[in-house]
């Protein structure tokens, strides 16, 4: 393996373009095997942080998770993201029965009505974009590669031919896009499990075009009687006309006789948060963009500042956490997580941040070793903390526009 740096070895290259490469990397401060997609066309940075930021809001079982925002050298950004061991939602179907088929439609179908209720379009279903993961007969839907996502979007731009055999007809004609824009991606990924085809495939993108403008798809019966009920659906989905088909993701879920399902959302989750203790002052907000905008404002005019966030269980502590770090990282700003462990005293907890620090901040891994040995030989507790948090100092000299967070147990 290649070390990325002290905390990320890469293991392999997954993919490479002119425009972004993506890696599977083993994380040595965790042990876990993640994504790491790097940047390489500098003048898809803005769109690359967008990627990130919007994937960093969207906290949903059925969206791939990402951790961290960084940069490498040549100030090329990159991100860290899950890794999912699975297939494409196609090639799932080739290799497995259809018995899971309305719950994996309705778990991508619930990922798409929550993206839409934060008023965004995905804008590019396809099979290689959408992961079927299944561990005993546990089976989870993973939504990825958020590149086009936005909250209107013509699509002015020249797309690829991959791209065009999944893209509604609005689209190609540079209309807006809208939900149901998605709605018939989901279509022609539901007629190729059922038939095994794509129906507008070509290989001259031009066809396509007229295909997805002009031909009607063919409906024919299918020899398992149990897919005869998905074909109903998957007709409307490919409607021409947007009007003519369903006016939501959840209103799929409900033809597919399964009761709607509304999850723990972030939105929910936000009109919950009610209380912030911030430079002193305690500020009843409700959560939305201003809060944001204030904490932001908050770290961006005092940089040795502590900001305490404060609040009963579930009120959202580690949501507002998440946001900070993900505005902080997009402003080039150094930033780690720690979740506290109850079961260890303070000085292991303070150790292991300590530990994470020299990881994430590319550290011979002998300072760490001889802080360890010094607190050893040290039997009082506060010299102790008192030498981690030298050490802590130390290392953070280093650093620029460094920001200290704490958060209220």
Same mark, same amino acid.
């Given at each position: 393996? *290649?070390?990325?740096?002290?905390?990320?070895?890469?293991?392999?290259?997954?993919?490479?373009?002119?425009?972004?490469?993506?890696?599977?990397?083993? =994380?040595?401060?965790?042990?876990?095997?993640?994504?790491?997609?790097?940047?390489?066309?500098?003048?898809?940075?803005?769109?690359?942080?967008?990627?990130?930021?919007?994937?960093?809001?969207?906290?949903?079982?059925?969206?791939?998770?990402?951790?961290?925002?960084?940069?490498?050298?040549?100030?090329?950004?990159?991100?860290?993201?899950?890794?999912?061991?699975?297939?494409?939602?196609?090639?799932?179907?080739?290799?497995?029965?259809?018995?899971?088929?309305? =719950?994996?439609?309705?778990?991508?179908?619930?990922?798409?009505?929550?993206?839409?209720?934060?008023?965004?379009?995905?804008?590019?279903?396809?099979?290689?974009?959408?992961?079927?993961?299944?561990?005993?007969?546990?089976?989870?839907?993973?939504?990825?590669?958020?590149?086009?996502?936005?909250?209107?979007?013509?699509?002015?731009?020249?797309?690829?031919?991959?791209?065009?055999?999944?893209?509604?007809?609005?689209?190609?004609? *540079?209309?807006?896009?809208t939900s149901q824009s998605d709605l018939y991606s989901i279509g022609i990924v539901l007629y190729e499990i059922l038939y095994g085809y794509n129906p507008f495939i070509d290989n001259d993108p031009n066809n396509?075009?007229?295909?997805?403008?002009?031909?009607?798809?063919?409906?024919?019966?299918?020899?398992?009687?149990?897919?005869?009920?998905?074909?109903?659906?998957?007709?409307?989905?490919?409607?021409?006309?947007?009007?003519?088909?369903?006016?939501?993701?959840?209103?799929?879920?409900?033809?597919?006789?399964?009761?709607?399902?509304?999850?723990?959302?972030?939105?929910?989750?936000?009109?919950?948060?009610?209380?912030?203790?911030?430079?002193?002052?305690?500020?009843?907000?409700?959560?939305?963009?201003?809060?944001?905008?204030?904490?932001?404002?908050?770290?961006?005019?005092? =940089?040795?500042?502590?900001?305490?966030?404060?609040?009963?269980?579930?009120?959202?502590?580690?949501?507002?956490?998440?946001?900070?770090?993900?505005?902080?990282?997009?402003?080039?700003?150094?930033?780690?997580?720690?979740?506290?462990?109850?079961?260890?005293?303070?000085?292991?907890?303070?150790?292991?941040?300590?530990?994470?620090?020299?990881?994430?901040?590319?550290?011979?891994?002998?300072?760490?070793?001889?802080?360890?040995?010094?607190?050893?030989?040290?039997?009082?507790? =506060?010299? *102790?903390?008192?030498?981690?948090?030298?050490?802590?100092?130390?290392?953070?000299n280093k650093r620029t526009r460094v920001q200290e967070f704490k958060r209220t147990r």
């Amino acid at each position: 393996m *290649k070390n990325f740096n002290e905390r990320i070895n890469i293991i392999r290259v997954i993919s490479k373009d002119d425009n972004s490469s993506v890696y599977l990397v083993k =994380d040595c401060y965790d042990n876990k095997i993640k994504i790491m997609k790097v940047l390489m066309n500098k003048k898809l940075s803005d769109s690359f942080q967008k990627e990130f930021y919007i994937l960093s809001q969207l906290h949903h079982p059925n969206i791939i998770f990402v951790e961290d925002f960084g940069y490498i050298e040549g100030n090329k950004p990159y991100f860290i993201m899950e890794f999912i061991k699975g297939k494409n939602i196609v090639d799932f179907f080739k290799q497995n029965s259809y018995k899971k088929l309305k =719950d994996i439609l309705a778990q991508l179908l619930l990922a798409l009505e929550f993206i839409h209720s934060h008023n965004l379009v995905y804008s590019d279903i396809k099979p290689q974009n959408i992961l079927v993961k299944q561990e005993d007969k546990k089976i989870a839907v993973k939504l990825l590669d958020f590149g086009l996502i936005s909250k209107k979007k013509d699509f002015t731009n020249k797309v690829s031919g991959g791209t065009l055999a999944y893209i509604a007809p609005e689209i190609i004609q *540079k209309k807006i896009a809208t939900s149901q824009s998605d709605l018939y991606s989901i279509g022609i990924v539901l007629y190729e499990i059922l038939y095994g085809y794509n129906p507008f495939i070509d290989n001259d993108p031009n066809n396509i075009i007229q295909n997805q403008l002009n031909k009607i798809p063919k409906f024919d019966k299918l020899p398992e009687q149990s897919l005869n009920k998905y074909v109903a659906i998957c007709q409307k989905l490919l409607q021409k006309n947007p009007k003519q088909r369903y006016n939501s993701a959840m209103e799929v879920v409900k033809a597919l006789n399964k009761s709607p399902i509304y999850l723990f959302t972030e939105t929910q989750r936000h009109r919950n948060l009610s209380l912030y203790y911030l430079k002193g002052d305690y500020l009843n907000f409700q959560w939305n963009e201003q809060l944001i905008e204030n904490i932001k404002h908050n770290i961006k005019n005092n =940089d040795s500042s502590i900001n305490l966030i404060k609040g009963n269980d579930g009120t959202g502590k580690s949501t507002l956490l998440n946001a900070l770090k993900t505005i902080l990282q997009l402003n080039h700003y150094f930033t780690i997580n720690y979740k506290y462990v109850q079961s260890y005293d303070d000085i292991s907890n303070l150790l292991n941040i300590s530990k994470l620090l020299v990881f994430s901040l590319n550290i011979p891994y002998e300072k760490f070793e001889q802080l360890k040995n010094n607190l050893n030989k040290t039997e009082q507790n =506060d010299e *102790k903390v008192y030498q981690i948090f030298s050490f802590y100092k130390n290392v953070l000299n280093k650093r620029t526009r460094v920001q200290e967070f704490k958060r209220t147990r």
